[in-house]
């Protein structure tokens, strides 16, 4: 017996498996934290028992991977009442609300229970923006499983900045968008058997097909009188309604249900309504609009006969005003203000009331804050005028003055978000034009037509003003900055520029290629 428990001891300590273990205590008594956790990632089994797991979870959150630590912790937990864990996570709720849901939703995926964790997870990306990407690449493959493509396409549509895995999944709705649309063609889908399916796809396409959007929306109206309130039921009717386009319904439906969403899933599913609503009540006010506000999707390929970009194709010019009040401002006299004579700044101050008072247009609104802060930036280098103008700003009035000017600019900054979705393609064309030409000769033609163009849009005074707020604002968007990465490599690829061009460190900051 002693003979054998001698052997048995012996194997124990030459073994492999053994010798891991030593490393790993060793590692985390040293607080060799990063050490710990780069054994994990390359031997996860070592890490099955709760000591080792407890360890792997303290090593995780001394590395501030709240997220990996909480899930890591509920692990350990499923096996002992480890009192680190305990505290951990009870703090950690308080103090990091966001990545304890995300651990605790993983920990939900771990154990299969997935309509819990599509809760956590739907709770994050309403409340904690810095978490959203990282929520919905663990989201969206549930809803994937559960067939919730109008879920999907809702979270794809909320989420402005992609990964691979959410590359991914745009592609797959596309896949699922071209397949519907085929069987909706070729009438091989039925009311009768396929409502639920229909009904996705009037969501995410808001294509209104009455012989679909009509009997569902009778269907669900049925549902909610006979069995009463019912979340996803009346967010159904808010959306068909959406694809039916009755927005003024809509906006009082939307007030009437409000105070009786309150889970986590639902609520997403009302806030994209929401921004639904606006971006189509925001359309409607363009087109509606006097000012010549074309804001088309930009059709014409880039690949022209010559180096030189007509202009035939660009948004209409605003010379032609329509009766619009579309004065400049006169910024000479704002030269002579001095530290002791704020007297121009009051006077374009009331100017700006003046103009208000008269319930201008959007369109004349955004003229105005144009003028405005072409004003501010002339004047701000001015030797004498500059610091005159630092100390109007700080006076009441120039706070007040300051403070309109500033919200003008965030409501024109959520409007040009919205129509910068009219843009939504621009990356697709381009590479397209790129790779039909051949030589350098005709990449060159692509390029100068590209940003002849877009040059126009964003920069030209005559260009259309929600147009070229609609433009910068895709300029920031993830499609919009790997953009213009694919025309920043293309230069340096021509070799027009060397590769490494002089140009001002936020260029690349702004657009945060990486």
């Not at 890591?72 to 864990?85: N, P, R, S, Y």
């Amino acid at each position: 017996m002693m003979r054998f428990s001698f052997f048995v001891s012996l194997f124990c300590l030459v073994s492999p498996y053994a010798s891991d273990l030593i490393q790993v205590r060793k590692a985390f008594e040293a607080k060799q934290y990063k050490a710990v956790i780069q054994i994990a990632d390359k031997y996860p089994s070592l890490f099955r028992e709760a000591r080792e797991s407890g360890w792997l979870a303290r090593s995780l959150y001394e590395e501030k991977n709240y997220p990996q630590a909480a899930f890591q912790c509920h692990l350990v937990m499923e096996k002992i009442d480890f009192a680190w864990c305990t505290a951990m996570l009870r703090a950690l709720k308080v103090k990091q609300e966001g990545a304890y849901l995300l651990g605790l939703a993983r920990y939900q995926i771990h154990t299969l229970d997935n309509r819990s964790a599509m809760d956590s997870l739907s709770d994050i990306t309403n409340r904690f923006s810095e978490l959203a990407l990282s929520a919905r690449e663990e989201l969206l493959p549930l809803f994937r499983k559960a067939s919730a493509y109008h879920l999907m396409h809702e979270h794809l549509t909320a989420q402005k900045t992609d990964s691979p895995i959410i590359l991914g999944f745009r592609k797959q709705m596309q896949d699922y968008q071209n397949t519907m649309s085929q069987l909706i063609r070729q009438k091989k889908l039925t009311f009768k058997d396929h409502d639920n399916s229909l009904y996705q796809w009037l969501s995410v396409s808001e294509q209104d097909i009455p012989e679909f959007s009509e009997p569902l929306m009778q269907k669900y109206r049925e549902q909610l009188n006979e069995e009463g309130f019912s979340e996803n039921i009346a967010l159904r009717i808010g959306m068909l309604l959406l694809v039916q386009d009755k927005l003024e319904e809509l906006a009082a439906y939307i007030e009437s249900i409000k105070p009786n969403i309150g889970s986590s899933i639902p609520r997403h599913s009302l806030n994209h309504l929401i921004a639904r609503l606006e971006y189509k009540q925001n359309l409607k006010k363009i087109k509606s609009s006097p000012a010549p506000v074309t804001i088309a999707k930009v059709r014409e390929e880039y690949f022209a006969p010559s180096n030189t970009l007509s202009i035939a194709n660009l948004p209409v010019s605003t010379s032609d005003n329509g009766g619009l009040n579309l004065t400049p401002i006169d910024q000479k006299p704002l030269f002579t203000a001095r530290v002791d004579d704020f007297s121009p700044f009051h006077d374009l101050y009331q100017e700006f009331l003046k103009r208000m008072e008269k319930n201008p247009s959007n369109y004349e609104k955004r003229f105005l804050y144009r003028e405005l802060d072409n004003a501010y930036d002339a004047v701000s280098d001015h030797e004498k005028a500059g610091p005159a103008l630092d100390a109007y700003l700080a006076t009441s009035e120039g706070q007040k003055f300051q403070a309109e000017a500033d919200k003008m600019a965030q409501e024109f900054e959520k409007e040009d978000l919205i129509n910068a979705e009219h843009f939504n393609g621009e990356l697709n064309r381009f590479q397209k034009s790129i790779s039909i030409a051949q030589s350098r000769e005709e990449k060159l033609r692509v390029l100068s037509s590209f940003a002849g163009k877009w040059e126009k849009m964003v920069f030209d005074r005559d260009t259309n003003l929600f147009v070229q707020g609609a433009a910068t604002a895709f300029r920031k968007t993830s499609e919009g900055k790997a953009l213009a990465k694919m025309v920043y490599d293309l230069v340096t690829d021509l070799k027009i520029l060397p590769a490494d061009m002089d140009i001002p460190p936020d260029f690349l900051a702004e657009r945060d290629w990486d």
